[in-house]
């Protein structure tokens, strides 16, 4: 699935602001015109040779939900308002959400620290350092290389192992009603 | 016939089928090259996942229950019906449309093991399936599952070694043959369970084993699965200077397991509960019995922990509110498992008979003595004997009242629980230091879960000539009833004789004599013998004739059934036979009625219909 999924009455919003944005906005009515409609976002308007947001497809996302929920009650967990009760029945609840959602996390990814360095050890990033895996943070000034402490080692995603959905299958159902006959 | 590319080593066991092979190109000697085979199945309704096990359910769902899209397989089957992982889930929840436990179905001698009986007690709507279609179901899926991954190398195709408790009698394992026969199997062998624990062992150990064990051993295998017991006795000789390995005893089939254990702690709790006002439902009852086993494996592997929480959730959207909590304590668990099933108990003791109510529920014949220890004490006391014969084995103690293993493998995942491993050893040391026999040793460093897959993987690849074997042929000596000439008595059943047609320790692919004597078949009619079997037997050869024996040393089987088919004979007439045993390279007994004129010969089959 390449779109994302849009309800009748996402559509139907999406539709009239269209319609609005045509009328009014003679930019946006001559791209309609262009063979592709590449962002619904309308006030968007990037120039080709800029970087592109993507959208991210939601089906992953319903996946994992729906995993948490299977195993580990998640989405049970966070619907419910927990002020109106007693940390120990919170705690009970927890025991069910930690230990389910851990092992369906655990089976589906398999996770490594970023850096082998301990926590709290002194290290120097060289120039040319990957920016998107280690973050600087406090007195972020001069060029690298860097010297600094490491506060958190991070986490990096070694493997994944999403079960494969059938075609067809609707992942916006995370848990089915269940009804006993 | 094609050259096989991989020995595959199947557990199809009564819980969880397991696969793995070797690769016959690539493996010389000691290096064996072996993987695991993950099983691609649905995990959820849309969601297909390779788990390295297959659990042995099968759901038969409503046609109205599932989506047809949501049940695609990789290999773009559409499955009627469901195995594996969703088949277990969706079973806990509508057990009238679950079949599990078929294997253990496949030798429950009262029952037509061919016969749609499974789900017990299903609907009529259900279609039911024989424990023998269950059991094709889950080698269809695993060859579909390893043909997908293999296209150039079908399973059928390939060398398969198939595990079977060692205590399964003749027809099972038959019954478990025709099932890979079903699917295609071309080079099939059956390979008894411990045997095939005892062979990753090996392997683990590469070429240590032998320094590890030494002429005069007797190596006892317990085997402790999800839902049976299987016990082996294999002892340690000398061939021309290199030491060989002889299965001398199996034990009998035991249904206790590790399913049992976890069932035991979910009740204890369940009772605590009881107590303080909460009762539990069927489905409470599955995850608190779920949350057992988890806190069982922590409270066993871990002394310093004293309790575990043990949480059941509420089966609505309100989580919180309706969680159970309580815990699982040392004592309890202390209480349950070990001093529940394996109870400190002398050598002597023996497994307690309960008395079978008249009016039984059509069920499995579950073992009514859950001690472990007192099986076991009751197998080493059987075959106190086993190694009498044997060369390098004239040390052994005479005056013993039970057979003195001296090493110890365990198998099976219940043996995690390091504190079982331990009791089951002092136990045994008790036993031992009671007649002055030296402590056992306990043999490490086999995968307690994947074993036996592993080691049927590696046995394919050792009887293609790269590794030591395990002699052992039939552990039993087969007799069939006969009736003794006698003048009728009103009354009175002419008195029933066993006569020897299989002796003790046959070996595959080997034929047994003729015996003498001769048996009457009816031409044109079904014609039934009654069958026995002795594990303790060892040297009744073809033709012996057992006048009386104790119930102890001879055990019922199922009876055998020939037909004389009446082409060129007049229906009605009786034609003299003898009965010949044989047993095949794949390991099943087969056996064939020949009679005294003519080379023809028939074969004769187990009676797996059950009891009239």
């Known amino acids: ?181 | 016939m094609s050259e096989s590319r991989y020995s595959v080593g199947i557990d199809l066991g009564t819980t969880h089928c397991v696969l793995s092979h070797v690769d016959l190109n690539q493996s010389e000697r000691e290096e064996v090259i072996q993987e695991m085979v993950r099983i691609p199945q649905l995990t959820g309704p849309g969601a297909v996942e390779e788990r390295l096990a297959l659990p042995s359910f099968v759901y038969l769902p409503h046609p109205d229950e599932l989506a047809p899209d949501d049940l695609t397989l990789p290999w773009g089957a559409q499955a009627s019906l469901l195995v594996g992982e969703l088949a277990r889930q969706l079973g806990s929840r509508t057990p009238i449309r679950l079949v599990s436990s078929a294997k253990s179905w496949l030798c429950h001698p009262a029952v037509d093991r061919r016969a749609a009986i499974l789900p017990v007690g299903a609907p009529e709507e259900v279609e039911s399936l024989s424990p023998l279609q269950a059991s094709i179901h889950y080698l269809e899926h695993l060859t579909a599952a390893w043909d997908h991954q293999n296209p150039d190398h079908p399973l059928a195709q390939q060398s398969v070694t198939l595990t079977v408790p060692a205590s399964f009698d003749p027809a099972a394992r038959e019954l478990t043959a025709e099932a890979a026969a079903a699917v295609g199997f071309q080079h099939l062998t059956l390979l008894e369970e411990p045997q095939a624990a005892l062979y990753s062992w090996i392997q683990a150990n590469g070429g240590n084993w032998r320094k590890q064990v030494k002429l005069g051993d007797v190596i006892l295998v317990i085997d402790l699965g999800g839902g049976t017991t299987d016990l082996s006795l294999i002892a340690v000789t000398e061939q021309n200077g290199s030491l060989e390995l002889n299965r001398i005893a199996v034990g009998d089939h035991i249904l206790l397991g590790g399913d049992n254990m976890d069932l035991a702690l979910a009740h204890v709790v369940k009772t605590k509960l009881a107590a303080q006002g909460t009762s539990l439902d069927m489905w409470q009852l599955q995850a608190l019995t779920h949350g057992c086993r988890t806190a069982k494996e922590t409270l066993l592997l871990d002394t310093s922990v004293d309790s575990v929480p043990v949480v059941v959730p509420s089966r609505s959207s309100r989580l919180i509110g309706g969680t159970i909590s309580t815990e699982l304590t040392r004592d309890e668990v202390t209480q349950a498992l070990i001093e529940g099933f394996f109870p400190h108990v002398e050598a002597s003791a023996r497994p307690a008979q309960r008395a079978r109510t008249a009016l039984t529920k059509l069920g499995l014949p579950y073992a009514q003595d859950a001690a472990v220890t007192r099986h076991l004490a009751a197998f080493l006391g059987r075959q106190v004997g086993a190694t009498h014969d044997l060369p390098g084995f004239e040390d052994a103690a005479s005056n013993a009242s039970f057979l003195h293993p001296t090493a110890v493998l365990f198998n099976g995942g219940v043996f995690k629980a390091r504190q079982l491993v331990e009791r089951t050893l002092d136990v045994l040391n008790n036993w031992l230091a009671a007649e002055q026999a030296p402590p056992v040793r306990l043999l490490e460093g086999a995968d307690l879960d994947m074993a036996v897959a592993r080691g049927a993987a590696y046995y394919g690849y050792a009887r293609s000539g790269g590794g030591v074997r395990i002699r052992g042929g039939t552990a039993k000596a087969y007799y069939v009833g006969v009736e003794s000439a006698m003048p009728a008595v009103p009354g009175m059943e002419p008195p029933l004789q066993a006569l020897c047609i299989a002796p003790f320790g046959m070996e595959e692919g080997t034929e047994a004599d003729l015996p003498p004597q001769e048996v009457g078949l009816v031409v044109g009619e079904q014609v039934r013998f009654r069958f026995f079997g002795s594990s303790v037997r060892r040297d009744d050869q073809v033709g012996t004739v057992l006048e009386d024996w104790s119930p102890e040393e001879i055990e019922n089987l199922e009876d055998i059934e020939a037909n004389l088919p009446a082409e060129g004979r007049t229906p009605g007439e009786v034609v003299p036979v003898r009965l010949r045993a044989a047993v095949t390279e794949v390991g099943t007994l087969r056996l064939e009625a020949v009679p005294s004129s003519g080379n023809e010969s028939w074969k004769v089959e187990f009676d797996v219909r059950g009891e009239d």
């Open chain 1, 1 to 181: 699935m390449s779109e994302p999924n849009l309800s009748f009455l996402n559509r139907l919003v999406l539709a009239f602001s269209a319609f609005w944005q045509i009328l009014t906005n003679t930019e946006f009515a001559v791209r309609m015109t262009g063979p592709q409609l590449s962002a619904p976002e309308p006030t968007a308007t990037p120039a080709p040779s800029k970087p592109v947001l993507q959208e991210t497809l939601p089906d992953s996302a319903l996946q994992l939900l729906g995993l948490l929920q299977q195993e580990g009650r998640f989405v049970d967990f966070l619907q419910e308002d927990v002020s109106q009760f007693s940390d120990a029945e919170i705690g009970g609840a927890a025991r069910v959400v930690h230990e389910g959602c851990r092992k369906a996390v655990h089976e589906h990814f398999k996770f490594e620290p970023v850096r082998e360095e301990a926590e709290g050890a002194r290290l120097t990033l060289a120039e040319g350092f990957d920016a998107a895996s280690v973050r600087l943070t406090g007195n972020v000034v001069g060029s690298p290389p860097f010297t600094g402490t490491l506060k958190h080692h991070g986490w990096r995603v070694a493997e994944i192992n999403l079960p494969k959905l059938t075609q067809g299958h609707e992942v916006r159902i995370v848990a089915p009603a269940e009804v006993e006959l």
